[in-house]
């Protein structure tokens, strides 16, 4: 698309810079009979074509710095997942067993979007787990989209009964269920899982 945008804006350049006199001759060649054309006609003309081609090359651009800011560099994504090992690294959270796997990848995911910073796109991040993952250990190779770089989050998963959660029960009674609440050591390093 940029390409073609300055492709665009040479070629009406190179209209505005012929001569007047070649195009009455190419006029007249076609048809004999018609009426000369003033210079005003060519300044118009030449002050539309210059007009019309500044436009494709800020258009072209405007382009190029959406496109850059709709892609991650290796360096805004090796800094979003470093920034987001240390945030995760020690926190704790609720949970259980089932759906561990899906719920680090998205934790992983967010944290890294979170500290991609200004000029990074808010998605385009995959946290893709390893197939022999656990409950108590897993790895993720997170990439995005433009990077070329990848890295490898290993997340420990480590119950901590002292931090479970049991709602209340019915009526000031003792309740029956425990919402398990795990600790979790994050790291990371450079390269695919």
């Not at 009406?12 to 060649?29: F, I, N, T």
């Not at 259980?96 to 992983?108: L, P, Q, R, V, W």
């Not at 000029?119 to 022999?132: E, H, K, N, R, Y």
């Not at 709602?167 to 003792?174: D, L, W």
Request: proline share 6%; glycine share 10%.
């Amino acid at each position: 698309m940029v390409v073609l945008l300055l492709v665009l804006a040479a070629g009406l350049v190179a209209m505005g810079c012929v001569k007047a006199d070649r195009v009455r001759r190419w006029r007249r060649s076609f048809n004999p009979s018609a009426p000369e054309l003033p210079d005003s006609a060519f300044v118009a003309a030449r002050v539309v074509l210059f007009g019309m081609a500044g436009v494709g090359v800020f258009s072209a651009f405007q382009f190029m710095a959406v496109v850059a800011d709709a892609e991650w560099s290796d360096d805004e994504l090796s800094s979003a997942v470093s920034q987001a090992t240390e945030e995760l690294n020690g926190t704790s959270r609720f949970g259980d067993d089932s759906g561990f796997d899906e719920e680090s990848a998205t934790m992983i995911e967010d944290e890294v979007v979170e500290h991609g910073g200004g000029g990074a796109p808010q998605s385009g991040v995959d946290a893709g787990p390893a197939p022999l993952n656990k409950p108590s250990g897993a790895d993720y190779t997170v990439q995005a989209a433009g990077a070329d770089a990848a890295f490898c989050v290993h997340v420990v998963r480590t119950r901590s009964k002292d931090g479970d959660y049991e709602p209340p029960g019915i009526a000031g009674n003792p309740g029956t269920v425990t919402v398990p609440s795990y600790d979790f050591a994050v790291t990371s390093r450079k390269g695919a899982c």
